[in-house]
C-alpha cells in the first residue's frame, strides 16, 4: 500500500522576517504560526485555497534572500492580478509569444493572457520586499495525468464559482445546438466540470 506524502510547506529566505510577515499577511494569507525566538523563529502562512502553505523565519534556510522562485495556481489570471494589484503589489499578466508555456525567459514574453486562453499558458509575476519571486499560472483544464480522474474537488469557492461559469458559458452553447432547453442542466454541469478538471472529453 502507497503512503500519501503531501505537500506540506516550503521554505522561503527572507532577511526580515516582520516586514515579510506583513506583506504576506496583506495578500490575505492566513497566518497559521509565529513561533521561537531570537534564535530560531518560524512563521508559516497560507495562501487562500491552497493546501500548501509557506515558511520563513530565522534558522530555516542557508538559502540567499530573495532567491526563491515559487509557483501559485489561479483558475482566473486577470482576477488574481487584480486582486493583487488592490493589495498594492505590481504584477503584469503575460504569455508565451511562441504560443507555449515558457513561464522563465522574459525574451519570450508578451503583455496580456494567452489570446486562445488555454489552460496553462496566461501567467503573472510579482515579488515579495526580498525579490522572492512568485509566478502565477492560469489552469482552467488539467492535463490528464495530473488529478484523479474518479475525485473531482475544488480549493475554493472562487475556483468552484468560476468552474460553474465556464460550465454555464458551455451549456449555453450546448442549447444552442440542440435547439430546445435542457431541463437536465444540474447533470451536464457535473459532467463538465468533472471532465474539465480530469482533463478529459468535454461534453457537448
Known sequence: MDVDMK???VVIPVSDVDRAKEFYTSLGWRLDADLGSD???????????????????????????GSALSLLVVSDIEAARDELVGN?????????????Y??????VRASGPDPERQSYASFAQFSDPDGNVWQLQEITTRLPGRVDTMTTT???????????RRASAAHGEHEKRTGEEDPNWPDWYA????????????PT
Open 102 to 107: 515558457n513561464r522563465f525567459d522574459p525574451a
Open 191 to 202: 459532467a463538465y466540470m468533472a471532465a474539465e478538471q480530469a482533463g478529459t472529453e468535454l
Open 7 to 9: 505537500l506540506e510547506a
Open 39 to 65: 534564535d530560531f523563529r518560524i512563521v508559516q502562512l497560507t495562501p487562500a485555497g491552497s493546501g500548501c502553505s509557506i515558511q520563513f523565519g530565522r534558522g530555516l534556510t542557508a538559502a540567499a534572500p
Open 154 to 164: 475544488f480549493a475554493s469557492v472562487s475556483d468552484l464559482a468560476s468552474a460553474m
Open 88 to 100: 498594492g503589489v505590481d504584477a503584469e499578466v503575460f504569455h508565451d509569444a511562441r504560443t507555449g
